[in-house]
């Protein structure tokens, strides 16, 4: 499933293989990317539950990276590095990351810890905080997916990051602008409405039974949108 993936980001092929080897055994997905770019586009588009993270990669510092993946979603970050000092784990720590190992590493203890971190993220909200339910549309807060009866729906990031907001508040009306922030949180950003009506279009074609006459999505001429109250 899309949704149990995890991001490897590791310029190493040897050790994003034998990392990815490991992952899969114990039943995850594990998406490798070789360079940050990459990375970032992986990340927007498999919405992973995990990353983990080398801190020396070749296009962009691993500490820029983390932060820029910790404003994209808020999904646990196991840093991996060829460093051992002391400052370095504080300003990993620092930046967002959740853990922290030292090359060589035991992948074994890696894999131990992904699955420590991932029941601690798991089990920081009540049940009941974790998903939102609006007739047989239920959203799922930590999977960041959609599930219409009991048909199962990838969305992409941004899909999910404007979902939610609608759905967390029905019946109120958010402008375009109001959803640009959600969907680039932390960043300034020049996008126009269009951006925002696309997505919408593309949320309404996998979530309603007949996109041209929206049921739960409703569009209000002049002002944005809201999910139905």
């Known amino acids: 499933m899309l949704n149990d993936s995890i991001l490897v980001i590791e310029d190493d092929?040897?050790?994003?293989?034998?990392?990815?080897?490991?992952?899969?055994?114990?039943?995850?997905?594990a998406i490798i990317a070789s360079?940050?770019?990459?990375?970032?586009?992986?990340?927007?588009?498999?919405?992973?539950?995990?990353?983990?993270?080398?801190l020396m990669l070749p296009d962009i510092d691993g500490i820029d990276l983390c932060k820029r993946l910790r404003s994209i979603a808020d999904m646990p970050i196991l840093i991996l590095t060829a460093k051992?000092?002391?400052?370095?784990?504080?300003?990993?720590?620092?930046?967002?990351?959740?853990?922290?190992?030292v090359k060589p590493f035991n992948v074994r203890e890696l894999v131990a810890r992904v699955k420590t971190i991932l029941r601690r993220y798991i089990n920081?909200?009540?049940?009941?905080?974790?998903?939102?339910?609006?007739?047989?549309?239920?959203?799922?807060?930590?999977?960041?997916?959609?599930?219409i009866g009991k048909e199962s729906i990838h969305l992409t990031l941004s899909?999910?990051?404007?979902?939610?907001?609608?759905m967390d508040a029905p019946g109120r009306v958010f402008s375009r602008m109001e959803l640009v922030a959600k969907l680039y949180p932390q960043e300034d950003?020049?996008?126009?409405?269009?951006?925002?009506?696309?997505?919408?279009?593309?949320?309404?074609?996998?979530?309603?039974?007949?996109?041209?006459?929206?049921?739960?999505?409703?569009?209000l001429r002049g002002r944005g949108y809201k999910f139905h109250d």
Do not use: C, W
Not at 13 to 29: C, M, N, P, W
Not at 85 to 100: C, H, W
């Open 35 to 54: 360079d940050g770019h990459e990375a970032t586009i992986l990340a927007g588009y498999y919405s992973p539950v995990f990353v983990i993270l080398d």
């Open 159 to 166: 899909e999910f990051r404007i979902l939610r907001p609608l």
């Open 84 to 101: 051992g000092e002391e400052q370095d784990k504080i300003l990993a720590f620092s930046v967002g990351a959740d853990d922290y190992m």
């Open 189 to 219: 950003v020049n996008v126009t409405d269009r951006t925002i009506d696309v997505h919408i279009r593309k949320l309404r074609e996998k979530i309603e039974q007949n996109p041209a006459r929206p049921k739960f999505i409703i569009s």
């Open 13 to 29: 092929d040897k050790i994003a293989s034998l990392v990815k080897v490991s992952l899969e055994r114990e039943g995850y997905k």
């Open 124 to 147: 920081i909200r009540p049940k009941s905080q974790r998903k939102l339910s609006f007739e047989d549309i239920e959203l799922d807060l930590e999977m960041k997916s959609v599930k």
